[in-house]
Nanobody, 113 residues
Framework: QVQLVESGGGLVQPGGSLRLSCVASGFTFSRHTMSWYRQAPGKERERVAFITNDGKHIDSVASVKGRFTNSRNNPANTLSLQMNSLKPEDTAIYFC??????WGQGTQVTVSS
């Protein structure tokens, strides 16, 4: 069955960095556009970034441009999100999603001093 397992979240001070990973199984990862979403308390889930199956097209929401880098390793079935210069407003649960609409369980990112 399809599995998406996120990891790498945690508590970090403003200005710090985290690297999230999403390990995929149960589907052909290399054929899927993959996305990162986040959901902050009391807010709707929003798409943060996506990357096409071949990694050639990457885009992200304006609020994270220049700070977050989305990448993938198809042979390793892994999606990554490098997050730098983190801000308190980045606090959320971060999820990965494949093109089928399958979600991982999420990983909590908390940015606080």
């Amino acid at each position: 069955q399809v599995q998406l397992v996120e990891s790498g979240g945690g508590l970090v001070q403003p200005g710090g960095s985290l690297r999230l990973s999403c390990v995929a199984s149960g589907f052909t990862f290399s054929r899927h556009t993959m996305s990162w979403y986040r959901q902050a308390p009391g807010k709707e889930r929003e798409r943060v970034a996506f990357i096409t199956n071949d990694g050639k097209h990457i885009d992200s929401v304006a609020s994270v441009k220049g700070r977050f880098t989305n990448s993938r390793n198809n042979p390793a079935n892994t999606l990554s999100l490098q997050m730098n210069s983190l801000k308190p407003e980045d606090t959320a649960i971060y999820f990965c999603k494949n093109a089928f609409g399958n979600w991982g369980q999420g990983t909590q990112v908390t940015v606080s001093s």
